[in-house]
């Protein structure tokens, strides 16, 4: 187990209660996907995953460490091994693409040498590689503006992976590209899980994507989990629970 979720609660200063009571156990190796409509907690719970929003009550436990109670170094030291892909690329859009991968090599380095961006060959070496891992090491030298929307998203993925993460975050990370690139995308956090052995937390939309990619789901309602399982044993009507009555599904090929 690399991940236990026990009793996770999130309540936002104005009194949105975004989780509740939502505990889980990540296994090491999973492709583990995480459903649900807007605004049912799925950002949220990520977030509080890596302590970039603070749970409100609850365990988080990541490879057999309490994380919800750290500070400080023992913090920084945990963070470095979750790596986090966002919806928005957050790329440095006038740095090239080997500058912006880079950047994840930043919490494991010296101070003086974070502000000068003085990088050893081995890290410009090994960003290479992170580029080469998601196809796009061609582009090291490009601005990260000159670049497509499918492209910055790989180059997100290749500075998350510069951190060689024990477990990597990804909150719908296709959620602003069309359907091909969505699967290109995904096609590339399949090879990390796959090949690198890293485990995956992302949240998607789209179930064609889910049954592809996932080999566990958890679906989020109002907070709560509702449905935890295979993906293709979501049915038509475990669909109209987690979505509603009216939703339709969207197929993306």
């Given amino acids: ?80 091994q979750i790596g986090m892909v966002f919806q928005q690329f957050n790329l440095i859009k006038r740095h090239t693409v080997l500058s912006n991968v880079l950047t994840g090599r930043l919490g494991s380095m010296s101070s003086l040498n974070a502000i000068l961006n003085r990088y050893p060959d081995a ?44 477990l990597m975050l990804a909150d719908e990370p296709v959620a602003s590209l069309d359907p091909a690139t969505s699967n290109t995308v995904m096609q590339y956090f399949e090879k990390i899980n796959k090949e690198l052995g890293t485990t995956v937390i992302c949240n998607l939309h789209f179930l064609s994507l889910v049954r592809k990619y996932a080999t566990r789901v958890i ?11 295979m993906p293709d044993e979501i049915n038509n009507d475990w669909f109209k629970k987690i979505y509603g009555n009216d939703a339709e599904e969207v197929e993306i090929r």
């Fill in 219 to 229: 679906a989020l309602k109002d907070g709560e989990i509702i449905y935890q399982g």
């Fill in 123 to 166: 890290a410009i070496a090994e960003a290479l590689h992170c580029l080469e891992t998601v196809g796009i090491a061609d582009k090291a030298e490009a601005r990260a503006d000159s670049l497509s929307g499918g492209q910055q998203q790989r180059v997100a993925i290749a500075r998350s992976l510069m951190q060689k993460p024990e």
């Fill in 1 to 80: 187990m690399i991940l236990k979720i026990e009793n996770l609660h999130k309540v936002y200063p104005d009194g949105t209660h975004a989780l509740k009571g939502v505990s889980f156990e990540v296994f090491r190796g999973e492709f583990l996907v995480i459903i649900g409509l807007s605004g049912s907690g799925k950002s949220t719970l990520l977030r509080c995953i890596n302590r970039l929003v603070e749970p409100t009550s609850g365990s988080v436990q990541f490879m057999g460490t309490e994380i919800t109670t750290l500070s400080g170094d023992s913090l920084r030291n945990v963070r470095r």
